[in-house]
């Protein structure tokens, strides 16, 4: 009786390599087939050691058959690890001292785009927008301002929507202001 084991599923970063490895009981040379799935163009199809490099979370199985007909199969999966945080800083000084006088969002490799951003003061009322900007845009970061005024220290919520992998997700927060 021939068995096939490739190991528990896994996590694995955006770009990296990594060797699945097809663990059998049996010699290779009594194998009659090993048949893969999911692999683009292997250098050897074969083979018991595969590399792969997934651009999206990915199944690979392998069935193996031994020469006198008895067959094994099992499927181990490589969940990509997704970069999708976004971070925006929970307190800010706009004094003009040349020191976090912004508040500049950033966000992991994932995101794509910032569809929107509002800012609210305490009761309610909107003192901030920006729409369609990417992150680490100083152009698009919040001075602490509205209309021309400066703001009195305080805590402010936040709203926005980010682009992430073609889905929009909604972020919730709050952001102290200190002069």
Known sequence: MVHVELGDDQVVIPGDTVIINAIVNVPFDSLASVTWSELNN???PNCLTQPVAPIITTTYSVTVTSLDGCMD?????LHLETNDDVYVPNIFS???DGVNDRLVISSGSDVENILSMIIF???GNSVFSANNFLSDDVLNAWDGTVKGK???PGVFAY???VEVGGQ???VY???TLVR
């Open 42 to 44: 292997p250098d050897c």
């Open 73 to 77: 199969e099992d499927a181990m999966t």
């Open 94 to 96: 706009p004094n003009g």
């Open 121 to 123: 003061d305490r009761w």
């Open 150 to 152: 400066a703001l009195n």
């Open 159 to 161: 709203r926005m929507i």
């Open 168 to 170: 929009q997700e909604i």
């Open 173 to 175: 927060g709050d952001v």
